[in-house]
């Protein structure tokens, strides 16, 4: 199979994407997360891995806005544990310049703020990219995987820096087909409001007089117009499911766009 990926090589979604489909298929890297929606939705390849949440920065702002104009499903999701390491091949104390992606250096903030106060922080595409620039520049450095310090030449300066040290980051796994119950789901629904008082209220409430079991809830601007939100909801159980699907219908009733991106197996966490 063919699997894209927010790359490039090395990345967290790369080992991710790797674990979790094994490395006899061909992965392939994007640039962007726009670009692994784009990549499935046009045949090119089968699946994508693209990164939604982190235990300590909360979710990806770019995999959620996706899904608003996207008509891919969630397939399943991953857990992995995140362990950043600093890479250079300059001296601890000769640094001036340190790359990383958004979130491993909101995810590194104490360390930063603790060891490197005043040096320079430069937000890059990804981690993977952070690391080929410090291979690049003299007393510049990375926060990146250890396999990324592998590939591109770096030493390993030191290991685990992030500030907490159980951080960990879900990943989904995106198609065009639909997974099968297997007793032990979770489901994902994307869905906008009336404007009229109490409107979420009475959607949430259909939650509750099904008994489905919400496990997150969060808001993004709907891009479509100003003030308006959409809401991600996650709740245990699969679409198929008898009380799931009813409660999908009121659900539904009570919105103006509504969908459900998917059903998919509860968190394969992977280890080491």
Not at 226 to 255: A, M, P, Q, R
Request: glycine content about 6%; hydrophobic content about 35%.
């Amino acid at each position: 199979m063919k699997i894209a990926f927010f790359g490039p090589e090395t990345t967290y979604t790369h080992q991710a994407a790797i674990k979790h489909f094994e490395k006899n298929n061909e992965f392939v890297p994007k640039k962007t997360i726009g670009e692994v929606f784009e990549s499935v939705d046009k045949n090119e390849t089968e699946f994508g891995v693209v990164p939604v949440e982190n235990s300590t920065e909360g979710s990806v702002a770019h995999t959620l806005d996706s899904f608003i104009e996207s008509n891919l499903k969630i397939v399943a999701e991953i857990v992995l544990p995140i362990k950043h390491c600093l890479l250079s091949n300059s001296k601890f104390e000769e640094i001036k310049k340190i790359y990383s992606h958004q979130q491993p250096l909101g995810q590194c903030k104490k360390y930063l703020q603790l060891n490197f106060s005043d040096v320079e922080r430069i937000e890059s595409l990804s981690t993977a990219s952070a690391a080929i620039s410090a291979s690049k520049e003299k007393y510049s450095a990375a926060i990146a995987s250890e396999l990324a310090g592998e590939r591109f030449g770096l030493n390993i300066l030191q290991k685990e820096i992030n500030d907490e040290k159980d951080n960990q980051t879900r990943f989904f796994v995106i198609g065009k087909s639909n997974t099968k119950p297997t007793g032990k789901d979770k489901t994902t629904i994307l869905f906008s409001t009336k404007n009229v008082p109490g409107a979420l209220y009475s959607v949430l409430g259909v939650l509750t007089k099904h008994k489905i079991n919400m496990t997150k809830i969060e808001s993004r601007p709907s891009k479509k117009k100003t003030w308006e939100v959409v809401f991600f909801v996650e709740f245990e159980g699969h679409y198929l499911d008898k009380l799931i699907s009813e409660g999908l219908k009121d659900i539904e009733s009570n919105c103006v766009f509504f969908k459900v991106l998917g059903s998919y197996p509860a968190k394969i966490s992977i280890s080491d």
